[in-house]
């Protein structure tokens, strides 16, 4: 079971300010990946990274931007948040295909 | 686009019975697939995979079956049991090249086992 925080675990803010949400990892996986849940919609990938400093888009990605300085940190920021943000977000990692999920963090944009 | 789609959004079954969980995908250079399984309040938890070189995979009271022709999974669960009861996400994924472990997710499918 990979050691995987996420934080915060649940957050309240006002549309228009920037929130970052921080994924940590003690297993040193390569591959880290946000997710957002949504009714209906199951799980969508927001924003991947397959090493330091190496992310790309997932198919949900406008409106976020992430950064990862360290193998351990995988950081996701709402630039400016906005009520369709208000969601759960979840962050996992991976060695191959088996990718193992935080607790997740429910964020809800008022 | 969906590509991976879990039509049936609530599965009730009695406990002791056989729980079949579907899910179809559209894309077909999906060669590996998983299941997961969510409690609420926590992360998604690993349940079963299996290769599109086999039909079946087998684990414990779990078993997973692949029709490439249909495009088609299932999980099986047998017997079920009331801590069963959870949501359930079919993913897939196309290995090799710049994938990067990338997963595709369905809708999810809430499972409730009746004592």
């Known amino acids: 079971d990979a050691g995987i925080t996420q934080s915060p675990r649940h957050k309240v803010t006002e549309t228009g300010t920037p929130v970052t949400l921080r994924c940590h990892q003690t297993e040193n996986h390569r591959y880290m990946y946000w997710y957002r849940q949504d009714p209906g919609h199951g799980l969508r990938l927001i924003h991947y990274s397959y090493g330091v400093k190496d992310t790309d888009k997932g198919e949900v990605s406008d409106g976020y931007s992430v950064s990862r300085s360290k193998t351990e940190d995988f950081l996701l920021t709402l630039e400016s948040a906005t009520s369709s943000q208000t969601s759960v977000y979840f962050c996992a990692t991976a060695i191959t295909y088996e990718q193992y999920f935080g607790p997740g963090t429910r964020l809800t944009v008022t | 686009d969906q590509q991976v789609k879990q039509n049936s959004p609530s599965l009730s079954v009695q406990e002791g019975r056989i729980s079949i969980l579907n899910c179809d995908y559209t894309n077909s250079m999906f060669d590996y697939f998983l299941w997961y399984k969510k409690y609420p309040a926590e992360g998604p938890t690993f349940l079963i995979s299996?290769?599109?070189?086999?039909d079946k995979n087998e684990d414990g009271r779990f078993t997973v079956f692949l029709n490439k022709s249909a495009k088609h999974l299932s999980l099986h669960i047998v017997p079920s049991q009331p801590g069963d009861s959870a949501v359930y996400f079919c993913?897939?994924?196309?290995?090799?090249?710049?994938?990067?472990?990338?997963?595709?997710f369905g809708q999810g499918t809430i499972l409730t086992v009746h004592p």
């Open positions: 993913a897939a994924s196309a290995r090799g090249g710049t994938s990067y472990g990338k997963l595709t």
């Open positions: 299996i290769s599109s070189i086999k």
